[in-house]
């Protein structure tokens, strides 16, 4: 069942001192600004109005959010400091004498509405920023950044011994909630482990390049094998575990009892579920494995990089120190205020040019406003994405030309109007490093691109709200 606001506090609150009572400046602005009911809609899709268990309130499912963004808080974390803060349970509307909602509450809420509702939350927002003359669009810039995926630093021999690991641990939980239980995987955990020891000890030593690279190659064939034949062994662990599941659901259905039943039924699913998805990942990994073994390198845009992640994929940025990272690529578009007008984040590294005019297009259904300036770095330059932009209606377009451009080109890219708004345009650089170190861009902990698309919309919605509120106040 849906539900917006939470009980009120009990009238013995209301009597404790006012220094008690009294929230932080920042909170209280944030406060007032999501008092709005529009910030309720995005959330109605996915509950019953009237059926079902009563959600945790809308209105403190958002402070609670905005709080875990803005202090960098894991949910327990969350929990555990607004349980602990009068303040805090003031500003997330939960009574002193109430629960905090359960960390795995909040974390079952932000799976399920996902990023659409987080999307709905920042338009609401930049809606209400915009008819509130807020929200200035005559001058735009944009920029493009990895968000980094949660996972260390991949190589095929790590990924292959991390996949036979973990194969075991899943077989043995099958088994232990009554699926499958005289099928035999063998745990080759050791073995994947000694060679995956013995590619780092090779690496590190003083041995000829061409040795070492000659046995590297050599034990990294063997930890394909190993994988390879794991996971066929788990092909009829999941056979014969789905097939242990189907009887048990028939027998549910009957009003049979079973050995697997109740709650233990509920854990074969889940495992068997896991099963299937690490399978299909360690089969990936294995096959690029034996591919690049062959002499071809994978193409970057299908190559696995995770177990857990199926969508991060490595994205070369040219970063000093990080050539490579593993992620999601971004656009942020904002203003002269410092709003971020516009984000998006897709899997792999996409071209940068042709997001440009899409955004611009979206700022201009938000506002209904045409910027008259719009500037992004030389990735951008190329006459396309000018001319899309003049369709729109810009008028300036400062966007320095990839290659080398003409005479006449120089001489326009001279001009001190076209170098101020270039200089301006760096801002932007700051502003993605500002949602990196502190509204956990750096690292999205949200697998998938549905998952990396919720948290980095929670990250700029927690930075519009402190900007809004600011400019509001």
Not at 77 to 106: G, Q, Y
Not at 202 to 227: F, N, P
Not at 280 to 307: F, K, N
Request: hydrophobic fraction near 40%; aromatic fraction near 6%.
């Amino acid at each position: 069942m849906f539900r917006t606001i939470g009980d009120r506090p009990p009238e013995w609150e209301s009597r404790l001192p006012a220094e008690l009572l009294r929230l932080p400046e920042e909170l209280a602005r944030v406060d007032a600004l999501l008092d709005d009911p529009a910030f309720f809609a995005p959330f109605a899709p996915y509950f019953h109005p009237v059926l079902g268990r009563p959600s945790t309130p809308i209105e403190c499912y958002l402070r609670l959010m905005f709080l875990k963004f803005r202090y960098r808080l894991g949910f327990e974390s969350l929990c555990a400091e607004v349980s602990d803060s009068i303040s805090w349970r003031r500003f997330c509307r939960i009574p002193l004498d109430a629960k905090v909602p359960h960390p795995t509450t909040l974390v079952k809420l932000t799976a399920r509405c996902g990023s659409a509702a987080v999307a709905g939350l920042n338009e609401a927002l930049l809606a209400r920023a915009a008819g509130g003359r807020l929200l200035r669009a005559s001058r735009l810039r944009a920029d493009t950044t990895v968000v980094p995926a949660n996972v260390s630093y991949p190589t095929d021999s790590g990924l292959l011994a991390r996949a036979v690991r973990r194969i075991a641990a899943v077989g043995r939980r099958v088994r232990a909630a009554g699926g499958a239980t005289r099928t035999r995987v063998r745990d080759r955990s050791r073995a994947a482990g000694r060679r995956a020891h013995a590619i780092a000890v090779r690496l590190s030593s003083r041995a000829a390049r061409d040795d070492k690279q000659a046995a590297v190659l050599r034990m990294t064939a063997e930890l394909a094998g190993l994988a390879e034949c794991t996971a066929c062994e788990a092909r009829r662990l999941l056979a014969n575990a789905r097939r242990a599941l189907r009887r048990a659901d028939a027998k549910a259905a009957a009003g049979l009892a079973d050995a697997a039943a109740g709650r233990r039924r509920g854990r074969l699913r889940r495992a068997v579920s896991d099963l299937a998805l690490l399978l299909e990942a360690t089969v990936q990994v294995a096959a690029q494995t034996r591919q690049r073994l062959a002499g071809t390198m994978p193409p970057g845009a299908a190559r696995r990089v995770s177990l857990h992640d199926p969508d991060a994929r490595p994205i070369a940025k040219g970063r000093l120190g990080r050539p490579v990272e593993f992620g999601y690529k971004a656009q942020v578009t904002d203003n002269d205020d410092g709003i971020v007008v516009d984000y998006a984040l897709q899997r792999g590294n996409p071209a940068d040019g042709p997001q440009l005019a899409p955004a611009i297009g979206r700022v201009i259904a938000r506002t209904g406003r045409t910027p008259r300036t719009v500037t992004a770095d030389r990735s951008y330059g190329v006459q396309a994405v000018e001319d899309g932009l003049h369709a729109l209606g810009v008028r300036h377009v400062v966007i320095p030309r990839k290659g080398r451009p003409g005479k006449a080109r120089q001489a326009a890219e001279r001009r001190p109007a076209f170098r101020r708004a270039v200089k301006w345009r760096t801002g932007c650089e700051g502003r993605i490093s500002t949602l990196k170190r502190q509204y956990g861009w750096d690292r999205t902990r949200l697998d998938g691109t549905e998952g990396a698309r919720t948290w980095a919309g929670y990250g700029v919605l927690t930075h519009n709200l402190v900007k809004v509120s600011t400019l509001a106040s």
